[in-house]
């Protein structure tokens, strides 16, 4: 273990391995990319060729019976709000600590998303919320399984089941991941994937949407794929009618992407086994510092992979700053991020009339006149925006890492026998944080 002077401060960084890159790339997945490169087609508009070989593989991992590959996982959590019929004045469930294009998505359907809080002291979306804020208009809850973790699916199924709700898993960070036995993404009615490239598996940009109702999977075509493809699998009468056009946001997967994101999906779970042996290793290093709390996993669930959570106590911290902790351990070497912030104070989903003619909060379809949410009416989401840190770098660590981990955790140790000279940075010496990404600093 490693103490001294930090590195915050002017000392030497304790972390002198390099941190591996991401994404992982091998020449398997090169030869396959080169191989569609060359061959082609760079651009497909049916279910044939390595989009279908793409999709059969990935509802095989999963175990659903039918897949839909998009262009990210953005634009499949739109088909899949369209699919379960949203549209004007229509509410969908959501979690305010989620990336924002989630929830953007709602609005991308003419939807209008209500947000709920999270469990006490978890990331999950609190069921007695799908019970007390579900009105008449409401059509769906999307579940998100946040950074890696799956959420309890139990309560929440039988909640959204009560309200007469589709539930719509957003596992882009829990690829392979299961939950009492099922792969994430096939526990609820629809489950939607993020192959971006900061994921534990990529395309590069590209995402995936399974399903085992037929309706839901044609429905989920509509926004963004090729009338092509619509010819040729829509059954439904309703459907059919309109397959010689579609709507055409254009979300279709670029080839090149299925084919490197099929060579990465036969890797994930040896790649999601080395990654939970890490982390393992991890907790058993740190577990002695008091202030920082390891997320609660489900029982009977094995995680995925979008970094790793930590929960900070500021309180048995000595009332040292989770920014301040946090920055000090970056200065060491250790890119230690604070995950998302309450995406539902930001002015995009506090302004009311932001589509205009009051929509979306205030839509003329919508039957009850929708407030946007103020200080205070998240209390479970607010505080764990202020506690959670996130460690990005173990979606990288896909083999045994246990010299880099120990430096890691020898960081985390040096900090930690160091607070007392974090008492003295006043927090406006300290750099903001780039959302989502890491960033930060001291200016001392």
Not at 170 to 177: I, L, V
Not at 212 to 217: K, T
Not at 235 to 254: I, N
Not at 321 to 345: C, I, M, N
Request: include cysteine; aromatic fraction near 10%; glycine fraction near 10%.
């Amino acid at each position: 273990m490693k103490s001294g002077k930090l590195a915050l401060l002017g000392g030497p960084r304790t972390l002198t391995l390099p941190m591996p890159k991401w994404p992982y790339i091998d020449e398997e997945e090169i030869a396959a990319v080169l191989k569609q490169l060359f061959t082609g087609p760079l651009s497909i508009l049916g279910r044939e060729g390595v989009v279908a070989d793409f999709e059969d593989a990935f509802a095989s991992y999963v175990g659903s019976k039918y897949a839909l590959s998009f262009s990210s996982g953005t634009s499949s959590l739109h088909g899949a709000v369209f699919a379960a019929g949203v549209g004007p004045g229509d509410e969908v469930l959501t979690t305010s600590n989620t990336w924002v294009s989630a929830i953007n998505a709602i609005m991308h359907a003419n939807g209008i998303p209500i947000f709920c809080d999270i469990v006490p002291g978890g990331f999950a979306i609190d069921p007695d919320e799908i019970r007390k804020k579900a009105g008449p208009r409401t059509k769906a809850v999307i579940v998100t399984h946040l950074y890696g973790i799956p959420s309890e699916m139990e309560e929440i199924l039988e909640a959204a089941k009560d309200k007469n709700l589709l539930v719509i898993e957003d596992c882009s960070h829990c690829q392979g991941a299961t939950y009492k036995g099922k792969k994430v993404g096939t526990i609820g009615d629809i489950g939607c994937f993020s192959l971006q490239g900061f994921k534990s598996i990529v395309a590069g940009e590209g995402g995936v949407l399974v399903t085992d109702n037929r309706y839901l999977y044609e429905r989920a075509m509509f926004p963004g794929h090729h009338h092509v493809r619509l010819q040729q699998e829509l059954t439904f009468g309703d459907l059919k009618r309109y397959a010689t056009c579609g709507l055409y946001w254009k979300y279709r997967a670029a080839p090149l992407a299925m084919a490197l994101a099929k060579v990465q999906l036969k890797r994930l779970d040896e790649w999601n086994r080395n990654r939970r042996a890490n982390l393992a290793y991890l907790e058993s290093k740190t577990k002695d510092i008091g202030f920082l709390i390891w997320p609660k996993i489900p029982k009977d669930a094995e995680i995925g992979f979008f970094g790793s959570a930590l929960i900070y106590d500021e309180k048995a911290a000595d009332g040292v700053t989770r920014e301040a902790f946090a920055q000090s351990v970056r200065a060491e070497g250790v890119p230690l991020d604070v995950g998302y912030k309450l995406w539902a104070l930001e002015p995009m989903f506090q302004d009311e009339f932001f589509y205009g003619r009051g929509c979306p909060w205030s839509c003329p379809y919508a039957d009850r006149h929708l407030k946007p949410i103020k200080p205070g009416d998240l209390p479970n989401t607010e505080q764990m925006a202020k506690k959670q840190m996130l460690l990005p770098f173990t979606t990288s660590l896909v083999t045994p890492s246990e010299d880099l981990l120990s430096q890691i955790a020898d960081a985390f140790h040096k900090v930690a026998d160091n607070l007392d000279e974090l008492r003295g940075i006043k927090p406006a010496e300290l750099v903001s944080f780039t959302e989502g990404a890491g960033g930060g600093g001291y200016r001392p």
